[in-house]
C-alpha cells in the first residue's frame, strides 16, 4: 500500500461518518468548535490528542474555552476516587451551559466511563450528557457522533469485546516540540489496588514498523522530543507475531537520525532487565532518566499489591543503572496507606527512598477502587494518620531532591527549553534527567536545545546561565 494511502486508511474506512457529521455541522452551527478536557495520565493526553483529531477531521475547531464550543468532551481518570470526583463536580458545571446552547454535544469518555456503575450514575444523574463510551470504543468515535446526530437520542456505548488497534488515527498534537508516542494499550499485571487492567482491558502492543514510521514523521515534522508511552513498556513485544523486547524498539527509535531527545514511560520494575539499561546506557537520544515505580519498601506490601518483586530485586536493578548511567534521574511511584500496612512497613518504604536517593517522586494515599481485590482487603489506618505518613514521606523526600540537584552545580548541560514562568518572565527549561532549569533568555528559544551552565541548585529546580 502506498503511504498516503495507509495514512488515510483510517479515514477512508469511516468516510461515511465524517462526510454525514460535516454536513450537518454545516447545517446546524456557524463556526463549529470542540473542546476537549483530559483527566489522569499521559496515555489520556495520547488519547485525546486522537479525539482532536478526529474532530478537526470532522470540521471543528478545536477551541480552550468550553463556553466556545458545541461539542464538550470530556476524557475521565478512574486510577483514583479524587480525580473521579472532579469529573462529576465539572459535568455537573455543564447543565447551564447546555441549557443556553441545546444543540450542543457533551460526550464522556475515557477510563471512568468504562465502568459500568459509573455510566448508570451518568444515565441516571446528568440527563443532559448526549454520549458516553469506554476506551474499548474509542476508534468508533466518529460512528457514535453520527448516531447521537442522527437518531437524535442519547447513545451509552458499552463494548464487551475488547479494543483492537486503530493506525493512522488522525492526531491533533497538543506540543509543538515535545509528542507522545504510545506503542501499547491496556495491562495485564493486576496490581491489587489498581482499576486499569479492568478499564483498559488486556495488554496490546503495536506493530514495531507502524511505531517507526510514525516516529519518523514526528522527528521530520521538527519534534525534540519523543515520549513512548504504555502501562509498563517493558513487557513491549508480548502480543506480537514477531516478538521485539522494548530494548530493541528502544534502539530502533534511537537510530533514527535527527536532534531529538526519546523519554519513555512505564517502566515496571518485574520486567526492567539489565538490556534496558544497557540501550540506555548506548543511546545517542535517550535521556538519562529511569521512572520505575517501586510503590513500596516493604517485601509484605509488595506481595500483597502482587508487584512480582522484592525490595532486593528492585535495588538490585537500580544499582545497575546507576553504574551505567552516570548520575541517573530515578524518579518513582508509592502508595502510601495501602491496606494492612503499618507504620513499620511505611518506615521500610523511608528507608529504600533514602537508600536510592530518588530525583523526585509521584506520591498517592492509598484509594479504594471498585472491583479490585484491594477494595476487599481490611484496612483499619484511618485518613488522617495515612495522611500524616505522606507527609513525612514528602519532608523525606525534600531532603533527598535537594542533595540530588547540587550534583549539578558548576555543571554544564544542555536543556530544552519549553516555555516562559508567567511568575518572573524567565524561560523555563528541562534536562535530559527531567530536572527544571530556569534561565533568562529571549522567548524565540523555546522548542531548542541550548547549553546552559548552573549557577545555582534550589529545592527541586536548577537555575543556568546560557552558555
Ligand atoms: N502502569 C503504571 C502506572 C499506573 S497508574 C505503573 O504500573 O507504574 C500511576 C500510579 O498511580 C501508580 O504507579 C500508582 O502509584 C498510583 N495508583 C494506582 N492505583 C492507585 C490507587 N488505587 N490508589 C492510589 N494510587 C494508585
Ligand atoms: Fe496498574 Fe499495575 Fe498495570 Fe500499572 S502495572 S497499570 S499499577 S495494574
Known amino acids: 500500500m502506498l503511504n498516503k494511502e495507509r495514512k488515510d486508511s483510517f479515514f477512508n474506512k469511516n468516510k461515511k461518518y465524517f462526510d454525514f457529521i460535516s454536513n450537518n455541522l454545516k447545517n ?123 437518531e437524535k437520542k442519547r447513545v451509552f456505548e458499552h463494548k464487551n469485546d475488547e479494543r483492537t488497534i486503530c493506525e493512522h488515527v488522525p492526531t491533533f498534537r497538543d506540543g509543538k516540540f515535545k509528542a507522545f508516542l504510545p506503542i501499547m494499550y491496556g495491562c495485564d499485571n493486576f496490581c491489587s489496588y489498581c482499576v486499569v487492567p479492568y478499564v483498559r482491558g488486556r495488554e496490546k502492543s503495536r ?43 528502544l534502539k530502533k527509535v534511537d537510530d533514527i537520525d535527527g536532534d531529538y531527545w526519546i523519554r519513555f514511560m512505564t517502566s515496571h520494575p518485574k520486567d526492567a532487565k539489565k538490556e534496558l539499561i544497557n540501550t540506555m546506557a548506548s543511546g545517542k537520544h535517550i535521556c538519562n532518566h529511569l521512572h520505575l515505580p517501586v510503590q513500596s519498601g516493604s517485601n509484605r506490601i509488595l506481595k500483597l499489591m502482587n508487584r512480582h518483586y522484592t525490595k532486593e530485586q528492585y535495588l538490585e536493578i537500580i544499582y545497575y543503572a546507576k553504574e551505567k548511567l552516570k548520575d541517573v534521574s530515578l524518579t518513582s511511584d508509592i502508595i ?93 527549561a528541562r534536562s535530559s534527567e527531567n530536572l527544571i532549569v530556569d534561565i533568562k533568555g529571549n522567548e524565540d528559544l523555546i522548542g531548542k536545545f541550548v547549553n546552559v551552565k548552573i549557577v545555582e541548585a534550589k529545592d527541586w529546580f536548577l537555575k543556568g546561565n546560557l552558555i
Open 207 to 249: 506493530e514495531c514498523e507502524n511505531i517507526i514510521e510514525e516516529a519518523r514523521d514526528i522527528i521530520e515534522s521538527g519534534y525534540k522530543e519523543i515520549t513512548l508511552l504504555g502501562q509498563n513498556v517493558n513487557s513491549y513485544g508480548k502480543t506480537l507475531d514477531n516478538h521485539v523486547s522494548f530494548a530493541q524498539l
Open 28 to 150: 446546524v452551527y456557524n463556526e463549529p468548535k470542540a473542546f476537549v478536557r483530559t483527566y489522569g495520565c499521559q496515555q489520556n493526553v495520547a488519547d485525546s490528542e486522537k479525539f482532536k483529531g478526529m474532530l478537526q477531521k470532522m470540521g471543528y475547531e478545536i477551541v480552550s474555552d468550553p463556553k466556545e464550543a458545541s461539542f464538550i468532551l470530556f476524557n475521565t481518570c478512574a486510577v483514583r476516587e479524587h480525580a473521579e470526583d472532579r469529573v462529576f463536580g465539572n459535568v455537573g458545571a455543564l447543565k447551564s451551559l447546555k441549557r443556553r446552547n441545546p444543540n450542543m454535544i457533551i460526550a464522556l469518555c475515557g477510563c471512568m466511563m468504562e465502568q459500568e456503575h459509573i455510566s448508570n450514575k451518568i444515565k441516571m444523574s446528568f440527563p443532559f450528557v448526549d454520549l458516553v463510551f469506554g476506551t474499548h470504543s474509542m476508534e468508533d468515535f466518529p460512528k457514535l457522533i453520527y448516531k447521537v446526530m442522527q
Open 336 to 428: 502510601v496507606g495501602f491496606p494492612g500496612e503499618t507504620y513499620d512497613d511505611f518506615c521500610e518504604t523511608l528507608e529504600l527512598i533514602k537508600e536510592v536517593s530518588f530525583s523526585s517522586l509521584y506520591t498517592f494515599i492509598y484509594s479504594k477502587r471498585v472491583g479490585t481485590k484491594a477494595a476487599l482487603m481490611k484496612d483499619p489506618i484511618s485518613y488522617q494518620e495515612k495522611s500524616q505518613w505522606f507527609n513525612e514521606l514528602l519532608k523525606v523526600q525534600n531532603d533527598i531532591s535537594k542533595e540530588y540537584c547540587k550534583k549539578f552545580l558548576n555543571r554544564k548541560m544542555r536543556v530544552l527549553v519549553e516555555g516562559k514562568a508567567v511568575k518572573d518572565g524567565n524561560l523555563t
